[in-house]
């Protein structure tokens, strides 16, 4: 990547970037487990691949990576922009938030996102817990209108997803849909679009310390 401090063709380029993924990025604990899992016959959901992930993933036959942490100057973005490119892969960049309510604008991005890519595709985050999470449950939802509690499958501690953090926003998230659609029968969208109010249902969430110790500092999930 051209004005990268992580610039692949430079003299010891390649050695630093490698550094920046595997140690500052952990990208080490990814060697053995990548918490890679279906969303749909077509979509894959996992952490941050690494470089040596991309023959499998081009066995699967991917045709797009959605990069959900946003393009950043970083080795692990580097060299995945890199082994996109090599394998004939699209590479998307759609940056969301694991501790905040989605806004309106990320929710119909998503939509667009999910009709517009070729698949199959794959999207991952850092860990795969808690943004491919949250994309899940919009994939299911948007594109394939399954009910909100078939969608929220996805937000699962069987992906080390854990609610009672503050990444458990995004489940109260959808509690609010659930708990409001319930009571009166309404469209995901519809909802989001009419009644949702993000300042307030982050205000209400409350997330436990010790969560947020697990996640943050030893987890050190982003």
């Not at 045709?63 to 892969?89: M, Q």
């Not at 594109?143 to 995004?170: S, T």
């Not at 509690?175 to 409001?180: D, F, I």
Request: charged content about 25%; aromatic content about 12%.
């Amino acid at each position: 990547m051209n004005g990268s401090k992580f610039d692949l063709a430079v003299p010891g380029g390649r050695r630093k970037a490698y550094w920046d993924l595997m140690a500052v990025d952990h990208g080490f604990i990814r060697l053995l487990y990548v918490n890679r899992a279906r969303v749909s016959e077509k979509l894959y959901r996992s952490g941050q691949p690494l470089p040596a992930h991309f023959p499998g993933i081009v066995r699967r036959g991917i045709r797009t990576v959605v990069n959900l942490r946003g393009k950043n100057d970083s080795g692990w973005y580097v060299l995945e922009a890199e082994s996109c490119k090599k394998h004939g892969i699209a590479l998307v960049d759609f940056p969301t938030k694991s501790r905040d309510t989605p806004s309106k604008e990320m929710i119909h991005g998503a939509k667009r996102l999910f009709e517009t890519i070729a698949y199959p595709a794959l999207m991952h985050c850092k860990s795969g817990a808690d943004r491919a999470g949250l994309m899940g449950v919009l994939y299911r939802l948007l594109h394939e209108n399954r009910p909100i509690e078939e969608a929220m499958d996805q937000l699962h501690w069987r992906y080390g997803h854990m609610r009672q953090a503050k990444v458990g926003m995004i489940d109260y998230f959808f509690e609010q849909y659930r708990a409001y659609s319930a009571a009166t029968p309404i469209a995901f969208l519809d909802w989001v679009d009419r009644i949702y109010d993000p300042s307030k249902v982050k205000e209400s969430f409350m997330s436990q310390w010790w969560a947020n110790l697990v996640v943050d500092k030893i987890l050190r999930r982003e």
